[in-house]
């Protein structure tokens, strides 16, 4: 059974940095991209960031600049990474790890990031 494991959420000040990790437990066959989505209270999922398994990035225009989404180089492992500068209290929401690949689109539980003003 494939799991998506979260970490690295947190409380940080406004400025402050974070980085998040997920990693995929279990086989995942033809993955076509991993990525970061997050959730406010009373929004939408929206995406952050996502990265495909060629390197290709895409980012949500409330982050570029500030983030930075990564690959394990080993692509065997799964592990995708989410690195976070100049946080603002508007990045506060739970973020979860996504894993799209040919069968199926993987989902993790999240991890909460919240950003002190």
């Known amino acids: 059974q494939v799991q998506l494991v979260e970490s690295g959420g947190g409380l940080v000040q406004f400025g402050g940095s974070l980085r998040l990790s997920c990693a995929a437990s279990?086989?995942?066959?033809?993955?076509?991209?991993m990525g970061w989505y997050r959730q406010a209270p009373g929004k939408q999922r929206e995406l952050v960031a996502t990265?495909?398994?060629?390197?290709?990035?895409?980012?949500a225009d409330s982050v570029k600049g500030r983030v930075t989404i990564s690959r394990d180089r080993d692509n065997a492992k799964n592990t995708v990474y989410l690195q976070m500068n100049s946080l603002k209290p508007e990045d506060t929401a739970v973020y979860y790890c996504?894993?799209?690949?040919?069968?199926?689109?993987?989902w993790g539980r999240g991890t909460q990031v919240t950003v002190s003003s």
């Open positions: 996504n894993t799209l690949s040919r069968d199926y689109n993987y």
């Open positions: 990265i495909t398994t060629g390197g290709s990035t895409n980012y």
């Open positions: 279990g086989s995942i066959f033809g993955i076509i991209r």
